[in-house]
């Protein structure tokens, strides 16, 4: 016969609540272009932000602040930044987060 937990033991409701939002946080993700110059120095920036979920989906916030996307995948942005002769289009993607507070001074 195994022992009731302690009271202590128990996670508490905001606990558990920060664990539900880490559980279940879209990964984050920028689409970036680079520009190889061949024998100069190559450049990048970033053209989008976005947002993947679990269920696969994406949403794109292209950095001009006018455009927004909802794709069947992250991998879909690339279509919309087609590459030219020494340009290309890539996804890089921030890792998950590892901790969640109620706190936004906290969080930054």
Do not use: I, K
């Not at 290309?88 to 001074?105: D, K, M």
């Amino acid at each position: 016969m195994s022992a009731a937990p302690s009271q202590n033991s128990l996670p508490t409701f905001d606990q558990e609540l920060c664990g539900l939002v880490l559980d279940t946080a879209p990964r984050q993700f920028a689409v970036v272009q680079v520009y190889d110059g061949g024998e100069l120095p190559s450049d990048g920036w970033v053209v989008a932000w976005g947002l993947a979920h679990t269920d696969g989906s994406a949403h794109l916030f292209v950095v001009d602040g006018q455009t927004r996307m909802t794709l069947v995948s992250p991998e879909r942005a690339l279509r919309f930044f087609p590459g030219r002769p020494g340009l290309s289009a890539g996804l890089v993607w921030l890792s998950q987060p590892g901790a969640a507070t109620f706190s936004r001074l906290e969080a930054a």
